[in-house]
């Protein structure tokens, strides 16, 4: 089957860094893109990933590793707004995306 | 930045009682256009994929004569909620998508929480 891991929940520090991981099996693999969803409204994109490597985008970060079916999503100079779900989703030979059940991010002062 | 907009952005309803939500690509033709459903504190659940002209996908589990999609054109779909029940309470959240292929970012629209009474 198909399967994205991510960690449940997560709390971090005003003003640090904090490291977001997912990994995946899937059947084939066209991209990877991690959405921030605040809670009650809908997701915005944050990052594409297809190729191995890091690619940065001011404060956030994405990571690819496609031989261990792994991604981060890094965020630097936290902030109490980054507050929110951060959902991993692939897509498929199928170009089909494939959700993670989403990581919530809890930012303390 | 591509636009999406639903409406309505929450509706409270009688059970038994049909429901129809709209999702429109503002700015962009959409060719194909995809509705979620959103529990609280889950994660989101592909309903159907649907493309412009043609009959929706359902996924599995999901049935088709309860949830009816319409993509009557490259700007609009729309999903209606018939005989809605309690149960059917959610958040449902349509996005859109400029092409399919590799790179195929899909376009959120706000959300629409519907509450069935």
């Known amino acids: 089957g198909q399967n994205i891991d991510q960690p449940t929940e997560m709390t971090a520090t005003e003003g640090a860094i904090v490291q977001i991981n997912c990994t995946y099996q899937?059947?084939?693999?066209?991209?990877l893109f991690w959405y921030q969803q605040h809670a009650g409204e809908a997701p915005t994109f944050l990052s594409y990933n297809v190729l191995d490597g890091l690619e940065e985008k001011g404060r956030f970060s994405s990571f690819l590793s496609r031989s261990k079916g792994y991604s981060y999503l890094l965020l630097k100079e936290l902030q109490m707004k980054d507050s929110a779900s951060y959902l991993c989703a692939v897509k498929d030979s199928n170009y089909q995306l494939i959700w993670g059940a989403g990581t919530k991010l809890i930012i303390k002062p | 930045g591509a636009v999406v907009s639903q409406h309505p952005s929450w509706v409270i309803c009688k059970s038994g009682t049909s429901v129809k939500i709209e999702c429109r690509s503002l700015d962009f033709q959409a060719t194909t256009m995809f509705w979620y459903r959103q529990f609280p504190k889950q994660s989101l659940m592909l309903m159907a994929t649907s493309n412009e002209g043609s009959k929706a996908t359902y996924e599995q589990g999901v049935e088709k004569d309860k949830f009816l999609i319409n993509h009557a054109s490259l700007t609009l779909s729309t999903l209606t909620v018939t005989s809605a029940h309690p149960e059917d309470s959610s958040f449902y959240i349509c996005?859109?998508?400029?092409?399919?292929?590799?790179?195929?970012?899909?376009?959120f629209g706000p959300g629409t929480r519907l509450t069935v009474l």
């Open positions: 899937t059947s084939g693999f066209n991209g």
């Open positions: 996005s859109a998508s400029l092409a399919s292929g590799d790179y195929n970012e899909q376009f």
